[in-house]
């Protein structure tokens, strides 16, 4: 099986702005990113995605164009910032900011979600994932359960996500043709 993994375009939020669970749109040139999309997957590929509309939105667009079917899995969501939501990184109290980035594994933000919740939730979604009877998905999500699925995938140290670059738009493939998870690319 290969296993796309494809983070939404651009979102429409100022960088500096929290923004796990904020369901925020994409920007205007969502076309564009979208199209070169299309190259990577072939057609016919199921889709799964997010249920956030910067996911969903891509998704029904490559489903679209390739005669696909998408379904959503919620697990699959951003991890939640809690009262971070919404906010600038600038405004929210540095002890917290601080607190939480000494131990983000068992540390959520105020009234969120850790990462050992979020990485809980998608590996179980890897599990659903690893059930289907396909050659081939794409996954659409935020980086946040992108990073899990791969550190989980690659059987890399969970803490070692934070060191995962996955740019906005682009496309990581991962096979098990040789009977373990391998990284074919990142980011194109």
Known sequence: MDVYLIRHTRPDVDPEVCHGR?????????????????????AGTPIVTAAARRCRRLADHLAAALGSTVSVD????????????????????????????????????????????????????WEALLSRPADAVAVIGPIGPLRALLTIALDLPPETFVRVHLDHGGVTKLSDATGGWRLDYSNR
């Open 22 to 42: 904020l369901d925020v749109p994409l920007t205007a040139d969502f076309p564009a990113g979208a199209e070169r999309l299309l190259t990577a997957l072939a």
């Open 74 to 125: 919620d697990r699959l969501r951003e991890m939640d910032f809690g009262r971070w939501e919404g906010r600038r990184w600038r405004e929210i109290p540095r002890v917290e900011t601080d607190a939480w980035s000494r131990e983000f594994w068992n540390h959520p933000p105020p009234d969120g979600e850790s990462y050992a919740a979020m990485h809980a939730r998608v590996a179980a979604a």
